[in-house]
């Protein structure tokens, strides 16, 4: 009474009434969640979904969608549709898959009860060491959780069974339903989800939704990005730009045609060697992953070195360069940037480095060169390249007789493949690296992604030109005809073996995109001596991998001729760190010894642009 009191001849309200004033005031509480700000977000989420849902519909209505989706649908059911056959065609197979299945969910629930009574009992189904999806503590501790989780491993174990148990499959019809089975598998993951994710619904609950307005905000303007299409951001590409933070090497652009730009690089040493160094790198990406930050810039390293680097900048292509074929990358890319070295040097000996299709190129260009007399490069490195396809793994998957032609037919329509189909295709082969980790990231949890200069490289995709990419895909993938001879240009024939120059061929253990057992076999059919090396991790970080970083390792080993990994590292002799000083002392055996270093300018030929040009800049 006498609070009361005293709080009445202080204020015209007693203290329960403050208090329950108070309460009023305050956001109303359910199990830690504020309901009025969780009503807020949810408010903001369906606005945002409004906007994707508008920005994904919009070159639809106006009839500036393609059929790429459809056909891939088609393809994947199709495939499938062949694995259900083999099942359901014997009603005794069928009863068998059930049973199957049947059995492991029993397993695990027998599992799971004598856990909630106290027991202490094995995983049925427990995920790879590698996998990092089920990284989360509660996915272990919480009971619900942890049988969600074997649950899903047991379901995943037994799809990929459908496919590798279907007698009557070929090679590559099992292949795509293998590929495809692991894309839906992965994609079903309860990680993928916030009500079957511990740590995607913590964050929703103690954000009271907040991530996922900021998620759904970030998807509307990746799908607007994309003029329609999911552009997934895989890093925060406001922090990069190329020529200012990327590709900063100096240099100059000496020479362009409709297809590449040449640069060439300025010396950091009194003496450089004799014989210049070419790159060629792919033109499905842009040249500086060889020229990220300085400190990963394999062009810088091999400039510090004392060596005088040219490296090719392919152009973005449009329509207008629809019909520019293989033989014309060929001749306006690696065979004309010879003479630009010749003119720009003096030099008629060049050593070459080939990347991935680049790579692929430079050994078509050194056959040809071979059969015309050309002795100008007289060593060759490779990075990651095939010259022969019977291994050439997933991408395969992409690749025969209908899909090529489907191909065909859509870049008919434009004059090129789209940048963001090939990017796609990539991304694909490691959907748990690519793909879910940047959906969970970005959309469920609502963080921008960090910045991360070979991501921010790998969305910076470029396009193909038809006629080009028609021809290598069916050269090369569709039909394996480099190894075998009877690829021409002009009215050349490519013969591998004529090439009698030294080899430098280098994989990496890891490869989804050139796997080391494709580019092993690629050893056997070159006619000069061969190097091979493996290096460890995969397509990017085992060939970008500075020697200051001491990261990974690399194997030497006696001259592949055939395609058993496993028996050649059981000779090999591995090394730690980086490769890069290996290959030096390689190409240091080559001799020519050294000459004053030579200023981009100073020769016949006069700079047009400072490194690393317009081309490389133009963005699809």
């Known amino acids: ?219 509307a303007d990746d799908i607007a990005a994309g003029r329609g299409d999911l552009r997934i951001r895989q890093s925060d590409s406001s922090m990069f730009e190329v020529g200012r933070n990327l590709a900063t090497t100096p240099g100059k652009v000496i020479f362009q045609n409709d297809l590449m ?88 000996e060049v050593h070459a480095i080939g990347y991935c299709v680049g790579g692929t190129m430079l050994s078509v260009a050194l056959a040809a060169m071979a059969a015309w007399g050309d002795r100008r490069i007289v060593s060759a490195t490779l990075f990651a390249a095939q010259v022969d396809f019977t291994y050439a793994g997933d991408l395969k998957v992409f690749v025969d007789d209908e899909q090529v032609k489907a191909i065909e037919q859509r870049m008919a329509q434009q004059g090129y493949l789209k940048a963001k189909s090939m990017a796609d295709v990539f991304n694909l082969l490691r959907s748990n690296d690519l793909i879910w980790p940047y959906v969970i990231n970005n959309y469920l949890k609502g963080k921008a992604p960090f910045p991360f200069d070979l991501l921010y490289w790998n969305s910076d995709a470029t396009r193909l030109p038809a006629a080009n990419h028609s021809f290598y895909l069916r050269n090369c993938y569709l039909n394996n005809t480099l190894s075998k001879g009877t690829v021409k240009i002009g009215d050349t024939p490519i013969d591998l073996n004529a090439i009698k120059i030294p080899i430098y061929n280098l994989a990496t253990r890891e490869d989804h995109i050139a796997p080391p057992k494709s580019v092993m076999l690629g050893s056997k059919f070159f006619g000069g001596p061969v190097r091979f090396v493996l290096s460890g991790s995969g397509h990017i970080a085992g060939v970008v991998n500075p020697p200051e970083r001491k990261k990974y390792q690399y194997w030497t080993g006696p001259r592949p001729r055939g395609a058993d990994l496993d028996k050649w590292l059981a000779k090999a002799k591995e090394h730690p760190g980086s490769w890069w000083p290996d290959w030096l002392a390689w190409l240091n055996k080559q001799g020519a010894g050294k000459v004053p270093a030579r200023v981009p300018g100073d020769g016949a030929l006069k700079p047009i642009e400072d490194a690393p040009g317009s081309y490389v800049k133009v963005r699809a």
């Open 1 to 219: 009474m006498f609070g009361k009191r005293l709080g009445r001849a202080s204020n015209p309200l007693g203290i329960e009434e403050m208090l329950v004033l108070a309460q009023s005031q305050q956001p109303e509480q359910v199990g830690g969640v504020d309901v009025e700000a969780f009503s807020r977000n949810v408010a903001r989420l369906v606005e945002e979904g409004g906007r994707a849902l508008a920005a994904y519909l919009k070159p639809r209505e106006e009839g500036r969608s393609d059929r790429e989706f459809a056909d891939e649908a088609a393809e994947v059911v199709k495939t499938l549709g062949h694995v259900a056959e083999y099942w359901l065609a014997d009603p005794q197979r069928a009863v068998e898959l059930q049973r199957r299945l049947g059995k492991a969910y029993l397993d695990l629930w027998a599992a799971a009860a004598r856990r909630l009574a106290g027991e202490q009992t094995p995983p049925v189904a427990a995920p790879e060491p590698a996998d990092r999806r089920f990284a989360d503590p509660e996915w272990s501790s919480n009971q619900f959780y942890d049988f969600l989780k074997q649950a899903y491993l047991l379901t995943a174990q037994w799809a990929n069974r459908l496919v590798a148990d279907a007698a009557d499959l070929d090679p590559h019809t099992r292949q795509k339903a293998e590929f495809y089975v692991r894309q839906i598998v992965n994609a079903i993951s309860p990680t993928n989800f916030v009500l079957t994710n511990p740590e995607l619904l913590r964050e929703t609950l103690t954000s009271n939704a907040e991530n996922l307005a900021r998620g759904m905000h970030m998807l």
């Open 261 to 348: 730009q040449l640069i060439q690089y300025e010396p950091t040493t009194a003496a450089v060697f004799k014989r210049p160094l070419l790159i060629v790198p792919p033109w499905i990406n842009k040249f500086y992953v060889l020229d990220l930050t300085p400190e990963k810039s394999f062009i810088k390293w091999c400039v510090d070195q004392g060596l005088t680097v040219f490296c090719i900048s392919w152009v973005n292509p449009d329509a207008d360069l629809a019909q520019k074929t293989f033989e014309d990358y060929v001749r306006d890319g690696p065979i004309a940037a010879l003479d630009v070295i010749e003119k720009a040097t003096g030099e008629d």
